[in-house]
């Protein structure tokens, strides 16, 4: 296994460059202040790390909360295959957002004092109490994981005992700060353009939170069956692609109806800028995964649903980084572009994540065993017209 680990491969070598890079520009970040990595300013104070690593990577961390919900809360017991994945994706994404967190603070060594400094007026304040509950939740959650992976059945036992109000504090938690990250944006009226800033934000960003996390539950379930020849269980992915184009069409008719109830529908045919953008975040992460999911035999073929899925996810990703930034860009007194320190140190957080997730199932006993054999004379129809 030792050799197995050393033999250079080229995503290794990839993501070895990639951290490398990344752990240069944090040396320059923490010893040389924000000025020296990033693109901020006073007229632009958040930029891709607030996008990116928190509103982004908070929304792809959704799976694991609906995935509880499904099992849980609603008694949904056939999806209880995709839990543990879901979830470990959701701790593993909650874990970059809070050290992602310490980057982008301008004072990291005070990140405690939303612990004792309490301002319950401010929705940060809700958030930061809400990623600190839900982060401690996703490791509870997580937990029977490492406990039969060390036989340690005495506190397995005690965990399972009280699951289901962890899995219930988990769902609650999710929901409060899933809608508050949009939240954040309802203090700039003034500053973001008016496509993307309404008092339904919060109703916006959990809807999407919603789609996104569905997208997550196959693409990680696709990628992983590939990467260690897991059974891919096509039956539950294609009832969840079916769920997420439900989650795509109310999405779509809120968002528009709240656009046109505003009087803002004559920003939507305007030839700028943000008007490309929008219309490119509707079709990538909207009309096209729609139009996909909404059809059954491509929800049951495995390289369709997998491209609906990663369609549906770049599309939500736009949104986020459209309301951090392109929405502010055009209509705040600073220009902000992110410098390459930003990127680098984002792509040093994704790689460390594919990284922790691959050891994470090859050690631990994440997957179940599936029988895929049954699965496709039971549940799914031979595909016609659509190659595999």
Known sequence: ???????????????VLIISAGLTATYFRFTQGLSAVTNLSDQY?????????ILCGVCLAAGGFLICA??????????????????????????????????????????????????????????????MLYSTVLFLEFSPVLLERFKLQR???????????????????????????????????????????????PVHFYLSAIGAGFGMIIFEAYLSARAFGKGLEMTLLSKIGKYASWVIAVGLVVRFTDIIMQGKFNYLFQPTQETYMFWLEIVIGGVIPFAFLIQK????????????????????????????????????????????????????FVTIGIILFYYAVKFLPVFEEVHEESEMLEGIVPEKGISE
């Open 1 to 15: 296994m030792k050799a197995g680990f050393l033999k250079p491969t080229f995503w290794k070598i990839v993501a």
């Open 45 to 53: 104070p958040w930029g891709m790390w607030i996008g990116f690593d």
């Open 70 to 131: 499904i099992t849980h809360i609603f008694n949904i017991h056939e999806f209880k295959p995709l839990a543990r994945p879901a979830i470990l994706t959701a701790f593993l994404g909650y874990s970059m957002v809070v050290v992602a967190l310490l980057f982008d603070l301008g004072r990291p060594l005070s990140i405690w004092h939303a612990l004792i400094m309490w301002n319950p007026h401010s929705v940060m304040f809700e958030v930061a109490w809400c990623v």
């Open 155 to 201: 506190l397995l036992k005690i965990i399972k005992k009280v699951s289901l109000p962890i899995m219930i504090s988990g769902v609650l938690l999710s929901t409060l700060h899933q809608s508050s990250l949009g939240s954040l944006f309802l203090i700039v009226p003034s500053k973001m353009h008016p496509l993307w800033y309404s008092a339904m934000l």
């Open 297 to 348: 035999n491509i929800r049951e073929s495995r390289k369709w649903l997998y491209l609906s899925a990663t369609t549906l996810i770049c599309g939500i990703l736009l949104n986020r980084l459209n309301v951090s930034i392109t929405a502010i860009n055009g209509f705040s007194s600073g220009n902000y572009f992110p410098s390459f320190s930003e990127v680098i140190i984002t792509m040093m």
